[in-house]
């Protein structure tokens, strides 16, 4: 029997879970009107921003957890995953979003430009591994999940590079 590997224990790492609750994909342009926030500014804000998103991870967190030791070869265990997964890239969307929208501050552009990117990447391989769960093609779900933990951990560790307090950070108990 197939085990939900830590399939869904990554789930809501990505950066500290900041990023789904049906947020459209719209991409929101960077503010322009004005300068562009000091680097402390933008810390705080997006940091604000994961502090809110934190509520959606930890619903995620929790469907995950409800799931996490099913059986992977159970149809239904793969919808309900494939769900969660959508959950995630959502969340993850919508953080990427609200991040870009803050404006890179100046002489950081590079550095949020990278984030961004990270991000981005995590989004296309929760939606790879969407897919799979979805059309019951979970044999290299695991190999996806391992990858996408490793963009996971990437990003964490530029977002604590950066300079984040909240994004970025492991989860409080």
């Given at each position: ?106 002489g950081s552009e590079n550095e949020v430009s990278q984030l961004v990117a ?17 059309g019951g093609q979970i044999a290299d779900t695991p190999t996806f999940v391992?990858e996408y933990a490793n963009v996971v951990q990437q990003g964490n560790l ?16």
């Amino acid at each position: 029997m197939s085990r939900l590997p830590p399939l869904l224990a990554v789930l809501v790492l990505s950066l500290a879970a900041c990023g789904g609750d049906g947020d459209d994909g719209a991409v929101p342009q960077p503010t322009t009107a004005g300068p562009s926030p000091s680097k402390v500014e933008f810390i705080r804000k997006a940091d604000a921003v994961c502090r809110e998103i934190l509520v959606d991870a930890e619903k995620i967190d929790q469907q995950a957890a409800a799931i996490g030791a099913s059986d992977l070869t159970n149809q239904n265990t793969q919808q309900v995953a494939a769900k969660i997964w959508q959950q995630q890239i959502a969340l993850t969307r919508k953080f990427k979003n609200r991040l870009e929208s803050l404006g890179a501050p100046a002489g950081s552009e590079n550095e949020v430009s990278q984030l961004v990117a990270t991000l981005e990447e995590a989004i296309a391989l929760g939606d790879h591994i969407r897919t799979q769960l979805a059309g019951g093609q979970i044999a290299d779900t695991p190999t996806f999940v391992e990858e996408y933990a490793n963009v996971v951990q990437q990003g964490n560790l530029q977002a604590q590079q950066f300079g984040f307090k909240v994004c970025g950070s492991p989860p409080q108990s």
